[in-house]
């Protein structure tokens, strides 16, 4: 089993900074994707950004520009830096998670409990 832990969020006023982590424990062969999805009150939860274990990225139109994702392989963490915040970014954010548990192709996907990013006005 492989399991992540979200950190990283808080309370911080409009045009601050914060900057989420994603760290992944278990039986990981190797990253398949590492993603944030975001759920604010009352809307639906949706695609912040994603990375592959390759490096590549996709950004949701909310956050394009403003945040960047970044990855760190060997220590099977994610990092979100989420700059120039606005109050419509607040909402639980959580991370999505994909792994290869052997060089079988097994596979392994999870959700983190998610954290909360609070932007005040």
């Known amino acids: 089993q492989v399991h992540v832990v979200e950190s990283g969020g808080g309370l911080v006023q409009a045009g601050g900074s914060l900057r989420l982590s994603c760290a992944a424990s278990?039986?990981?062969?190797?990253?398949?994707?590492m993603g944030w999805y975001r759920q604010g009150p009352g809307k639906q939860r949706e695609l912040v950004a994603d990375i592959t274990g390759d490096g590549s990225t996709k950004y949701g139109d909310s956050a394009k520009g403003r945040f960047t994702i970044s990855s760190d392989n060997a220590k099977n963490t994610m990092y979100l830096q989420m700059n120039s915040l606005k109050p419509e970014d607040t909402a639980v954010y959580y991370c999505d998670a994909s792994f290869y548990l052997d060089d079988r192709g097994t596979t392994w996907h999870t959700w983190g409990h998610g954290t909360q990013v609070t932007v005040s006005s």
């Open positions: 278990g039986s990981i062969f190797s990253m398949i994707s």
